[in-house]
């Protein structure tokens, strides 16, 4: 019912920025929470940053003070700005919603395909 498509990822060198974007389409009422998670190879899955509909944020601990994470509600989209990137950071990120597609009902949860940041010299 709700397709989220996320697109920025790609290969960077330690130092560098990336944006990521994460759009939602589909039978949305209102979005709720919007948030970046990341996977690395033979880690679980780990949240990254969250932002609610009023805009208030948290981050890992790892990442605070270099990723921001915003949104424009107009477009259901939510980014990911990632500065002074490590090797560290290297990983899928995915990108989630929890999204009330009809009035008056309960929300669901909502995963991107995942885009792959890979960051090495």
């Known amino acids: 019912q709700v397709q989220l498509v996320e697109s920025g990822g790609g290969l960077v060198q330690p130092g560098e920025s990336l944006r990521l974007s994460c759009a939602a389409s589909?039978?949305?009422?209102?979005?709720?929470?919007m948030a970046w998670y990341r996977q690395a190879p033979g880690k679980q899955r780990e949240l990254v940053a969250a932002?609610?509909?009023?805009?208030?944020?948290n981050y890992a601990d790892s990442v605070k003070g270099r990723f921001s994470i915003s949104r424009d509600n107009a477009k259901n989209t939510v980014y990911l700005q990632m500065n002074s990137l490590k090797p560290e950071d290297t990983a899928v990120y995915y990108c989630?919603?929890?999204?009330?597609?009809?009035?008056?009902?309960?929300?669901?949860?909502?995963w991107g395909q995942g885009t792959q940041v890979t960051v090495s010299s």
């Open positions: 932002i609610t509909r009023g805009n208030s944020t």
């Open positions: 989630n919603a929890v999204v009330q597609n009809t009035p008056y009902r309960r929300p669901n949860d909502y």
């Open positions: 589909g039978k949305i009422e209102n979005i709720y929470t």
